[in-house]
């Protein structure tokens, strides 16, 4: 297992489109993916999962894969969520 840490900047957090775009990215590897904040972890590639979550700006979260691309997997989401998914 592989994980990384990053905290969210995007200035509404991770609502419908940046949500979206995450999973999206998730679905292109084939580890599993799971992404967690303040103990409570969800389904990566499940949209309907990442948005239960709540993820507000500011919030640390957690994104862990395990499987024969993990570490490519939550290198690629962190610095997604690092680049705010084409939001100001």
């Known amino acids: 297992m592989y994980s990384g840490k990053v905290v ?3 200035e ?3 609502h419908a489109r940046p949500a979206s775009i995450f999973t999206q990215t998730s679905l292109k590897y084939k580890s599993d993916i799971t992404i967690a904040k303040e103990g409570k972890s969800a ?3 499940s ?3 990442v ?5 507000t ?4 979260i957690t994104i862990r894969a395990e499987g024969e691309d993990e570490e490519a997997a939550v290198n ?3 610095a997604l969520i690092e680049s705010k998914m ?3």
Do not use: R
Request: net charge negative; hydrophobic share 45%; proline share 0%.
């Open 57 to 60: 700006k500011g919030t640390e």
């Open 86 to 88: 084409g939001e100001a």
């Open 43 to 45: 389904n990566a590639k």
């Open 76 to 78: 690629d989401l962190v």
């Open 8 to 10: 969210l900047e995007n």
């Open 51 to 55: 948005l239960s979550l709540g993820i």
């Open 47 to 49: 949209i309907i999962s």
């Open 12 to 14: 509404a957090g991770l």
